[in-house]
């Protein structure tokens, strides 16, 4: 099937409401012009400076989302244009990204990545350690960064009830912490859960964003 066929039918499959954001990380740049051309607009990449390589080749009505671990000294190739990190996981990386954004005159938007799988990752808070940061000062002092919700991954499994369970776990934290910390914030609005292959399940427990590379390019 083609690019221009499986984005049709994925947008046929999700609500209108969900935010399809097609994944192009190692992607050629015809294969992210053709789903442009089929009205895709928010990419997502993995690594910064192949994004600012393609931002330079590609319309610039194209959102781009970071959606892979970010080291810090990366930030400034993706400041001027960055639309929304999806993978902010620590106070000193959010710092980075607010003095970076502050250099370009911008409000950067970001996302808290809480791991959520079985699996060991490297990467992802936890619920108590995200608490600590919006807890702090050095928090709350920055002025050029916009926290717009939370991201997380399920684990690599073929069993659904695990992948229900971890999508539900962060949708309890993403009402937690609206509630307690966000309430009258319209900002923070987005759950950046779901892939290629749970994207289903993740609109069933409140995704927003679903992350899919697969359904739209093939396999890699």
């Given at each position: 099937?083609?690019?221009?066929?499986?984005?049709?039918?994925?947008?046929?499959?999700?609500?209108?409401?969900?935010?399809?954001?097609?994944v192009s990380k190692t992607r050629p740049v015809g294969d992210i012009l053709d789903a442009y051309h089929c009205g895709q607009r928010i990419f997502a990449e993995n690594k910064a400076q192949e994004m600012a390589i393609k931002y330079d080749q590609l319309p610039k009505d194209i959102e781009w989302h970071m959606i892979g671990h970010l080291q810090t000294n990366k930030v400034k190739f993706i400041a001027p244009f960055i639309g929304l990190i999806h993978s902010v996981d620590s106070l000193k990386l959010l710092e980075v990204i607010n003095k970076e954004a502050l250099k370009n005159r911008r409000i950067i938007k970001y996302l808290f990545q809480i791991h959520i799988a079985?699996?060991?990752?490297?990467f992802g808070l936890s619920f108590s350690e995200l608490e600590a940061i919006l807890n702090s000062s050095e928090f709350q002092s920055l002025s050029n960064v916009c926290l717009v919700g939370l991201m997380g991954m399920a684990t690599f499994t073929h069993d659904e009830d695990i992948i229900r369970s971890e999508f539900?776990?962060?949708?309890?934290?993403?009402?937690l912490i609206k509630q307690k910390?966000?309430?009258n914030e319209l900002s923070f609005c987005e759950l950046s859960i779901g892939m290629s292959s749970?994207?289903?399940?993740?609109?069933?427990?409140?995704?927003?964003?679903?992350?899919?590379?697969?359904?739209?390019?093939?396999?890699?």
């Open positions: 099937m083609s690019i221009k066929s499986n984005i049709k039918e994925l947008l046929n499959s999700i609500p209108p409401a969900i935010k399809l954001v097609a079985k699996e060991e990752a490297k539900l776990v962060i949708k309890n934290y993403f009402d910390y966000f309430s749970d994207y289903k399940i993740a609109i069933e427990t409140g995704s927003t964003l679903v992350r899919i590379g697969t359904s739209i390019f093939g396999i890699r």
